[in-house]
C-alpha cells in the first residue's frame, strides 16, 4: 500500500517527465522550424545568385556585319588605382554593348546592351541586361524587369543605360533611350527607378529634344547638380549637354564640341561616362570616328572644373587598342567606370567595349 508521500512522489515525477517530453518536442520543433528557415534562406539567395541567361560566344550572324553594333561587340575589363592609369584584366562577354558600371553592397554592377544570348532566349534581344561580380572574374548574368506605361509611340525596349545613385540614398535611376516608332522618328532620353537594381519602375521623358537624336545618355552628380550627355548629333556639333538640380528636370545648354589633335588631325570626342576620383569629378569618352577612318576610336578623359562648370580634356590617351592578346580588335570606345566593389580604396573599374575579334 503506497503511503500519501509516495504518491506525491509519483506525482511529481510523473509530472516532470511530461514537463521533459514537452520541452524535448517544443525543442524539436523550433529547431526543425529553424533549419526550415536557414534553408529557404540559402535557396533564396542560390536563386538570387544565379544567372537567367547564358552569354552568347562570338559575333551574332543576323547582324549588319558592314557596320558596329552590339553583334559584334564585346565588354573588357580594366582597373586602375588613379583614375588615369589602366591595367587590363580581360574578357567579360560577347555581343555587348553601351555599358555603364555602379557599385552596390560589395558587388560591381555592368549594365549594358545585349544583342542575344547564347539560346536566343525570347525577351533578349537588343535591350538592357545586367552583370555582377565580387571578384571581377565571376560574373551573374540577369535580365531585368521594366514595370509602368511606356510613352506612345516609342519602342518599349530600353538601350544605352546610364544609371546612378539618387541624392535619397537608396533609390538608382537609369537613363535610358526609346527611340520613335515610324520612319525618322526622334530618339530620346527616359528614366526608370529601382531599389534591387533588377527590378525597374518606368519614370517619364527626360530629354527629347525636337530636331535631333540623344543617344548613349550618360549622367553625372558633381556636387550640387546632374551633369546630362549624350551623342546622335552630327560629328561637327559633339554633345548634346544638359544640367538637372534633381535628375528629373533637365535644363539644355549649348551643344559641347571637344576636339582633341592626334597625328595632326582635330577629332571629336563623345563623352560617355563619369564619376568622382578623390576630390575631383572625371568623365571619360571616345574618339568619334566613323568605321574605316583613322585613327580609330581611343578612350580619353576629362576633368571638372568646379570653378566655372567647364570640362577640360586631359592630354592624351587613357587606353588604346591592344591586338596582341587576341582579346581586342580595331577600335575601343564606350567606357563605363566606377568606384572598386570593395571601395574607393581599391581603386577603380573600367568596362569598355572592343570589336570581336
Keep these: 500500500m503506497k503511503t500519501n508521500t509516495q504518491n506525491s512522489l509519483d506525482w511529481f515525477f510523473a509530472t516532470l517527465l511530461c514537463a521533459l517530453c514537452l520541452g524535448l518536442l517544443h525543442c524539436s520543433s523550433t529547431s526543425s522550424t529553424t533549419d526550415t528557415d536557414d534553408q529557404e534562406q540559402e535557396e533564396e539567395e542560390t536563386t538570387a545568385n544565379e544567372s537567367d541567361f547564358t552569354p552568347a560566344s562570338g559575333t551574332a550572324s543576323d547582324g549588319d556585319q558592314g557596320a558596329y553594333g552590339p553583334w559584334n561587340l564585346r565588354l573588357m575589363i580594366a582597373t586602375s588605382t588613379d583614375g588615369s592609369t589602366w591595367t587590363r584584366l580581360g574578357f567579360l562577354t560577347d555581343q555587348g554593348d553601351v555599358p555603364c558600371v555602379i557599385a552596390k553592397d560589395g558587388k560591381l554592377w555592368v549594365f549594358y546592351v545585349i544583342w542575344r544570348d547564347a539560346d536566343s532566349t525570347e525577351g533578349i534581344y537588343n535591350t538592357t541586361v545586367a552583370a555582377y561580380s565580387e571578384d571581377l572574374t565571376n560574373w551573374t548574368f540577369k535580365r531585368l524587369n521594366f514595370t509602368g506605361s511606356f510613352p506612345a509611340g516609342f519602342t518599349t525596349n530600353p538601350v544605352d543605360p546610364s544609371v546612378v545613385l539618387d541624392q535619397d540614398g537608396s533609390t538608382y535611376r537609369m537613363y535610358f533611350t526609346l527611340g520613335g516608332e515610324g520612319v525618322d522618328a526622334e530618339r530620346g532620353t527616359f528614366s526608370a527607378t529601382s531599389t534591387d537594381l533588377v527590378n525597374w519602375t518606368y519614370e517619364g521623358e527626360r530629354y527629347v529634344p525636337d530636331d535631333d537624336d540623344a543617344l548613349d545618355p550618360n549622367v553625372l552628380w558633381v556636387g550640387d547638380h546632374y551633369e546630362y550627355f549624350a551623342g546622335g548629333l552630327p560629328e561637327n556639333e559633339g554633345n548634346h549637354h544638359a544640367t538637372s538640380t534633381d535628375g528629373l528636370t533637365f535644363t539644355a545648354d549649348d551643344h559641347i564640341l571637344v576636339m582633341t ?13 563619369g564619376l568622382k576620383v578623390g ?6 569618352g571616345f574618339l568619334n570616328q566613323a568605321v574605316g577612318e583613322e585613327p580609330q576610336p581611343d578612350i580619353r578623359s576629362f576633368t571638372f572644373n568646379s570653378s566655372d562648370d567647364t570640362w577640360t580634356i586631359d592630354s592624351s590617351a587613357v587606353l588604346s587598342v591592344d591586338e596582341s592578346s587576341g582579346e581586342e580588335s580595331t577600335f575601343v570606345k564606350d567606357p563605363g567606370v566606377s568606384a572598386h566593389p570593395d571601395g574607393e580604396s581599391s581603386g577603380y573599374v573600367l568596362i569598355y567595349v572592343t570589336a570581336i575579334p
Design 279 to 284: 576630390d575631383t569629378y572625371k568623365y571619360y
Design 261 to 273: 589633335n592626334v597625328s595632326g588631325q582635330d577629332i571629336p570626342v563623345l563623352f560617355a561616362n
